[in-house]
């Protein structure tokens, strides 16, 4: 029997109504995966490859087959806005069926989540926080709602690896199981991935079975690429008109297109769609304008999704990372990108966003560079962004390359938040039982027992938990100031939010409060504030007409090194890569010149004016930061000291700019004496700094960082962040 006639009838029904002409690959590949093999399954293709389906078709065939008396798929995904497109498609799939499906997230009526508890059956379909709110809050209803469980689907799997929510998903997909009496599957579905082990690792993780990787067509497939280049625009006046060419490039290229600007910061992506309002005003053009993150209200990110999706005319967004994933927002014609994505894997999601419905895949990138003066010194006049722009996508074109996830082996942040999790979900467990619970999970599995009982007995001396008089352990009173909001559910840092009102409006949120009289740019409008409250945390606008001036040069990533040494080929090759346009072509031959006139591909360091010294160590973020703190503390001496050394400015993860009086060679002679010296790592990070030296490896602090001891963050910092090896063999071979 084939694929096809193995599905359900109602299935081959759907199929028909919906004229497809057949399965495609993955679809057949999935479907004789999950009917003939017990294997948990990755299904990694393209964008629009139709993993869902191939999930899901095999999936619901089985609970069609055998009905089972609880919630049969649960479905994990990460956003709320994919839910409730995955909801819609599947409403549709299974009208015809006697299964059920539910969609779970805060913002869904709590009545329909009472329908689900009164009778568990079906497709759940849930993010991380309402889960871990159900493992809580539900602990006695868990058998009822998923005893009979047969499939765990986890979508957009690659959001999840490296992260603390990531492993937060793990821990409660493995908690679960001692309320389920079968074994169920798992299924994870991405279009990014890089290291299919490390993802089948981290699916099949706690359990016996295998994992089978199921990957789509990865012959070459046609895109259209484009990079162009500029310096940043300086607006004159409030109310003129935009005559500077890299705003008129922008607005022209997105005209006339149904059309996706992403942006890595959510000002950026408001203050791009209000200038863009602004043009379109002033041309006398339709307002086609909207933006979606994560800061704007869910009415307004709706409506932006929806209109994007069945409009026939042109719409442009200007979006973050809320529509990388994989919403169905129609036939996309084309995604600009506003300077480097955060990472390839990033790159990789918004060029997927477009070429559906047949079409071909088109991304422009634009970037913006400040201007220099002539006068400036040398690493100031080299467009480090765009050509981090060329070397991304040439990791992707020539290798499909991706950034594999980063596994860490002390979790610390996130044990904090399961310790805490377990003892709610409990009531009381002793220290052994919770023990048990905890260091099972298989993300823990590095922490030593007695790590795990010191950070016990730290978070009883806070007060997070409390030990009875019998032994038991239960939540504190500090601890249940935490416990006992929705917030704690969450394990990604938080923000402090202030509603912006226009009037009883609620516009979205922003994290600082700005001054009365002052503008600030929010759902792709300029306001001026009229008033703040500060005990509300609240700030009362009123729409104006204003240009914004946007500055996009915020350190949001954590470029890996592979990217830096891509880089450093790009500037030295003769390559003529086709996607760069006029100014983009002109600009790397000018930065290719002044790489080689200062010698860039065979010495690490130049000599620069005034006694400073430039360092260009072609490290990513963390490696960056690190080799920064080895200068601090052991090439930091009196500043009449000739051999002392000062960090006096630079670009992350650029170039260091340091203040000396040794020569270049000397500096590269003495930073390899410090680094082959017996030098520890343990040696590396300021004891009475621990938690400042972590966060700059990271781009937001853990949330839960500040409730863990100092000693147990060092191991943590050596353990995950620190590897000397590495950095000692990247040192030496500097020149």
């Known amino acids: 029997m084939n694929s096809f006639d193995r599905l359900s009838p109602f299935i081959r029904e759907y199929i028909y109504k ?21 294997s948990h399954i990755i299904i990694s293709a393209g964008t629009a490859s139709g993993k869902t389906e191939a999930a899901f078709l095999p999936a619901l065939t089985i609970l069609e087959e055998e009905q089972p008396s609880s919630v049969g798929i649960l479905y994990i995904a990460p956003m709320k806005a994919l839910l409730n497109d995955q909801f819609y498609r599947l409403e549709g799939l299974l009208a015809e069926a006697d299964i059920p499906v539910t969609c779970w997230h805060g913002d869904i009526m709590q009545s329909k989540k009472d329908k689900l508890i009164k009778n568990p059956k079906g497709v759940l379909q849930i993010t991380p926080e309402s889960l871990e709110s159900m493992v809580i809050n539900k602990s006695r209803d868990l058998v009822r709602i998923f005893g009979d469980l047969r499939f765990i689907i986890i979508d957009e799997i690659h959001s999840f690896m490296g992260s603390d929510r990531g492993i937060q998903v793990m821990c409660l997909i493995q908690r679960l199981q001692k309320y389920i009496r079968t074994k169920p599957r798992r299924i994870g579905l991405s279009a990014t991935l890089g290291d299919y082990a490390a ?151 918004r060029l997927g966003r477009s070429g559906r419905r047949g079409n071909i895949p088109e991304m422009l990138f634009t970037d913006w560079e400040q201007p220099s003066e002539a006068t400036s010194p040398v690493p100031h006049k080299i467009p480090w962004r765009m050509i981090q722009i060329i070397a991304m996508l040439q990791l992707y074109l020539e290798e499909r390359w991706v950034e594999p996830p980063k596994i860490l082996k002390y979790p610390l942040s996130i044990l904090y938040h399961q310790i805490m999790s377990a003892v709610a979900e409990a009531g009381e467990l002793s220290l052994p039982s919770l023990a048990g619970r905890v260091l099972s ?38 601890g249940e100031k935490i416990i006992n909001t929705y917030k704690f559910y969450a394990v990604f840092p938080e923000e402090e939010e202030w509603a912006v009102m ?27 504030v009229r008033a703040v409250d500060n005990n509300k945390r609240l700030v009362f606008v009123e729409k104006t007409k204003r240009k914004i001036q946007l500055l996009w040069m915020g350190d949001r990533a954590l470029t890996h090194d592979r990217i830096l040494k ?16 006029e100014k983009a072509k ?79 060679g000397e500096f590269i002679d003495r930073i390899k004496e410090v680094i082959n010296s017996g030098l520890k790592a343990q040696n590396i990070p300021d004891e009475s700094d621990i938690r400042q030296f972590k966060k700059q490896c990271e781009y937001k602090t853990p949330k839960y960082d500040c409730f863990i001891p100092q000693d147990l963050l060092k191991k943590q910092v050596l353990e995950d962040y620190i590897d000397l090896d590495y950095l000692r063999n990247e040192i030496n071979g500097w020149e």
């Open 441 to 478: 999970l298989e993300n823990f599995k590095n922490i030593s027992l007695d790590d795990f009982s010191d950070l016990v007995f730290s978070l009883i001396d806070q007060n997070h938990l409390e030990m009875t008089e019998e032994g038991g352990i239960i939540i504190g009173l500090e």
């Open 566 to 581: 891509r880089m450093r080929q790009a500037l030295f090759e003769d390559t003529e890569y086709p996607y760069l346009q």
């Open 502 to 528: 226009e009037g009883s409006k609620k516009l979205g949120t922003i994290e600082f409060p700005v001054p009365p009289s002052k503008y600030l740019t929010i759902a792709g409008e300029t306001w001026i």
């Open 18 to 38: 919906n004229k497809w002409e057949s399965l495609n690959e993955i679809q057949n590949k999935a479907c004789s995966a999950i009917f003939a093999t017990d």
């Open 199 to 349: 993802a089948a690792n981290y699916l099949k993780a706690g359990t016996d079975n295998d994992c089978v990787v199921i990957t789509g067509d990865n012959s070459p497939r046609k895109i259209r690429l484009s990079l162009e280049h500029y310096i940043a625009p300086i607006l004159e006046t409030d109310m003129s008109p935009f005559e500077d060419e890299a705003w008129i490039y922008l607005y022209e290229k997105s005209l006339n297109k149904k059309c996706i600007i992403f942006a890595n910061g959510r000002e950026t992506a408001d203050g791009v769609i209000a200038n863009m309002k602004y043009m379109s005003a002033i041309n006398g053009m339709p307002d086609i304008y909207h933006v979606h993150h994560g800061s704007i209200a869910a009415a307004l990110r709706e409506d932006a999704e929806t209109t994007m999706k069945n409009s026939e005319g042109p719409v442009v967004i200007g979006a973050t990372v809320t529509l990388e994933m994989g919403i169905d927002i129609g036939g996309l014609e084309r995604v600009i990108q506003l300077g480097p994505p955060v990472s390839v894997t990033s790159l990789v999601q």
């Open 586 to 664: 002109s600009r790397l031959k000018e930065a290719r010149e002044l790489a080689r006139e200062y010698n860039l591909d065979t010495t690490n360091i130049i000599d620069l004016e005034n006694g400073k010294i430039c360092l260009i160590p072609w490290l990513g973020h963390i490696n960056f930061h690190i080799v920064k703190e080895i200068i601090k503390k052991y090439m930091s001496k009196a500043e009449t000291d000739k051999d002392s050394v000062k960090v006096i400015g630079g670009m992350r993860p650029y170039f260091i700019t340091l203040k000396t009086g040794m020569s270049a």
